[in-house]
């Protein structure tokens, strides 16, 4: 059985920091493309960035460009969401998934497991 833990959220000011993690267990994690998604109050999930299963190539959408890194440990089955200079649009549920492609992909239907979500709040 796959799950998904993400842990790290919390409210924190603008222009603060945080850094989500989440813990898989899957058999097959050296070899799953993950993904970060987050969604707003009253607004629909969105892509926020992507790491291939190798750790070598990373993707974000431009709205994060520069702010969030995505990383892996492949050892630990870790994927982790650096999330610098924060602003009060990033408030959100995070969700950490795991796709079935083995390509880097930013479609939310490519990916067949999903964490809980942990909350971001960032007050202005």
């Known amino acids: 059985q796959v799950q998904l833990v993400e842990s790290g959220g919390g409210l924190v000011q603008a222009g603060g920091s945080l850094r989500l993690s989440c813990a898989a267990s899957?058999?097959?994690?050296?070899?799953?493309?993950m993904g970060w998604f987050r969604q707003a109050p009253g607004k629909e999930r969105e892509f926020v960035a992507g790491i291939h299963w190798s750790g070598g190539s990373t993707y974000a959408t431009d709205s994060v460009q520069g702010r969030f890194t995505i990383s892996r440990d492949n050892a630990k089955k870790m994927v982790y969401l650096q999330i610098n200079i924060l602003k009060p649009e990033d408030t959100a549920v995070y969700y950490c998934?795991?796709?079935?492609?083995?390509?880097?992909?930013?479609?939310?239907?490519?990916?067949?497991?999903w964490g809980q979500g942990t909350q971001v709040t960032v007050s202005s």
């Open positions: 899957m058999r097959t994690f050296r070899s799953v493309v």
């Open positions: 998934a795991a796709s079935r492609q083995d390509y880097s992909t930013a479609n939310a239907n490519d990916y067949v497991y």
